[in-house]
């Protein structure tokens, strides 16, 4: 991907085990495909929510995001189970900071959080903005706990 960039910064002290940890992404999309993927360091835990942040010169409406693993699985993918809704990093907005709370919530009980539903992984993760537009950018943080709380 010719004219994509990314630059990734993780907002933690490496010795504080029960710190919240943030992984900063600071993207530009590709000039003609509008896509851009940007791979961390290997992340032990569990993953907590993600802040989606348009950039100056904002992508396209309704762009999407996924987080895989080193196995190219979406680690969001299976959150849902039988009776839940699976967070969703797709259809982000063009002008407003948005927030998404990576647990699945049961439809059937006046939706709830369904313990025990958050990603937990160990490996590198690999983000991927498609359909931004050309030359666009944005802000992905992705906030995770070195604890296993699933």
């Not at 509008?34 to 961390?40: E, L, N, P, S, Y």
């Not at 996924?66 to 797709?90: M, Q, R, S, W």
């Not at 006046?110 to 991927?128: D, E, H």
């Given at each position: 991907?010719?004219?994509?960039?990314?630059?990734?910064?993780?907002?933690?002290?490496?010795?504080?085990?029960?710190?919240?940890?943030?992984?900063?992404?600071?993207?530009?999309?590709?000039?003609?495909?509008?896509?851009?993927?940007?791979?961390?360091?290997?992340?032990?835990?569990?993953?907590?929510y993600?802040?989606?942040?348009?950039?100056?010169?904002?992508?396209?409406?309704?762009?999407?995001?996924?987080?895989?693993?080193?196995?190219?699985?979406?680690?969001?993918?299976?959150?849902?189970?039988?009776?839940?809704?699976?967070?969703?990093?797709?259809?982000?907005?063009?002008?407003?900071?948005?927030?998404?709370r990576?647990?699945?919530?049961?439809?059937t009980?006046?939706?709830?959080?369904?313990?025990?539903?958050?990603?937990?992984?160990?490996?590198p993760?690999?983000?991927?903005?498609?359909?931004?537009?050309?030359?666009?950018?944005?802000?992905?943080y992705?906030?995770?706990?070195?604890?296993?709380?699933?």
């Amino acid at each position: 991907m010719a004219g994509s960039a990314s630059t990734i910064t993780y907002d933690y002290e490496s010795n504080t085990p029960d710190q919240i940890k943030r992984i900063k992404i600071a993207w530009t999309s590709d000039a003609a495909a509008g896509t851009v993927t940007a791979t961390t360091k290997r992340i032990s835990g569990t993953l907590l929510y993600v802040v989606t942040d348009p950039g100056t010169a904002a992508p396209t409406d309704n762009y999407d995001i996924t987080i895989k693993d080193e196995f190219a699985i979406d680690v969001l993918a299976d959150l849902g189970g039988t009776n839940g809704t699976a967070p969703t990093l797709a259809n982000r907005d063009t002008t407003n900071t948005e927030k998404v709370r990576l647990v699945a919530e049961d439809n059937t009980v006046n939706t709830i959080q369904i313990p025990g539903s958050r990603p937990i992984v160990n490996s590198p993760l690999t983000v991927a903005v498609a359909a931004a537009g050309n030359s666009k950018e944005g802000t992905i943080y992705i906030y995770w706990t070195p604890n296993v709380r699933g």
